[in-house]
C-alpha cells in the first residue's frame, strides 16, 4: 500500500510535466508568429522595393506646361525681336527727317533794296526754307504819289524759280489783300508763300513780282521788281 508521501510526489511530478508541456507549446507558437510576422515583414518590403523600382510614369499634363513655358518664352523673345525692330525703325525715320531737314539751306538774311522809276521802294529782306514751302519776306514804301499793286494779278503776280528749272513753286497769296494793295504814302511788310520743295541740287533762286501787268515806267501803277541769282550759299 503506497504512502500518503508516495502520492505526493507522483501528483507533483505529473503536474511538472503537464507545465513543461504547456511551456514547449506555447515557445512552438510564439516562434510560428515571430516567423509568420518575419515573412509578413519580408514580403511587404519587396513590394516597396518592387514599388521603388517601378519606372514613374510622367503626367502629361507636364508636358503641356513644359510647352507653355516654352512657347511663352519663344512669344517673349518675338516681342523683344519686335520693340528692337520698332526702336530701329523709328530711329531710321527720325534719320531720314534729319537728312531731309539738313539738305535744306539755312534762312537767307539778304537786305537788298531796289528802287522803282515811280517812287516805289522794295527791299528783299530775307528767304526761309522749309521742307514743304518757300517764304519770301519783303517791305515796301509806296513813295509814287499813287496806289500801287505789287501781284496785281493775284496767284500769277508773284514767280519764284530755282537754276535747275525742275520745280513749280506756286504763289499762294493772302485771302484779304491777293494784288497786295498799297494805298499812297504807306508801307507795307508781307511774307510771301511759294508751295514747293527745293532740291539739293538748286544753288540760287530768281523771283519776280508783276511779270504780267507790271511795268517800268514812272507812271505804272504796277510796279515791276525783279531779283536775278540769289545765292543759296552752297
Known amino acids: 500500500m503506497e504512502t500518503y508521501l508516495g502520492r505526493r510526489m507522483k501528483i507533483c511530478l505529473y503536474l511538472t510535466t503537464i507545465f513543461f508541456a504547456v511551456v514547449v507549446v506555447v515557445a512552438c507558437s ?5 516567423s509568420t510576422g518575419a515573412e509578413e515583414v519580408a514580403d511587404e518590403t519587396e513590394v516597396d522595393d518592387t514599388v521603388n523600382d517601378e519606372p514613374i510614369e510622367v503626367n502629361g499634363d507636364e508636358d503641356v506646361i513644359d510647352e507653355n513655358k516654352t512657347q511663352v518664352a519663344t512669344e517673349s523673345e518675338d516681342i523683344a525681336v519686335s520693340s528692337d525692330d520698332a526702336e530701329e525703325d523709328s530711329s531710321v525715320e ?86 497786295l494793295d498799297i494805298p499812297e504814302g504807306d508801307r507795307m511788310t508781307a511774307s510771301l508763300i511759294f508751295v514747293g520743295m527745293l532740291p539739293e541740287e538748286a544753288t540760287s533762286l530768281h523771283l519776280t513780282l508783276n511779270s504780267i501787268f507790271g511795268g517800268s515806267s514812272r507812271i505804272t501803277h504796277n510796279p515791276m521788281f525783279e531779283f536775278e541769282d540769289i545765292s543759296l550759299g552752297r
Do not use: C, W
Open 94 to 179: 527720325d534719320l531720314s527727317t534729319e537728312v531731309s531737314a539738313s539738305s535744306l539751306p539755312e534762312t537767307l538774311e539778304l537786305d537788298e533794296t531796289q528802287y522803282h522809276e515811280n517812287g516805289t521802294i522794295l527791299t528783299l529782306e530775307s528767304i526761309h526754307f522749309n521742307e514743304e514751302y518757300i517764304t519770301v519776306n519783303i517791305t515796301v514804301l509806296n513813295a509814287s504819289g499813287k496806289d500801287i499793286s505789287i501781284t496785281a494779278a493775284g496767284r500769277t503776280g508773284a514767280e519764284l524759280e530755282d537754276d535747275t528749272g525742275e520745280t513749280m513753286y506756286y504763289y499762294q497769296p493772302p485771302k484779304e489783300n491777293e494784288s
Open 30 to 34: 510564439n516562434e510560428e508568429d515571430a
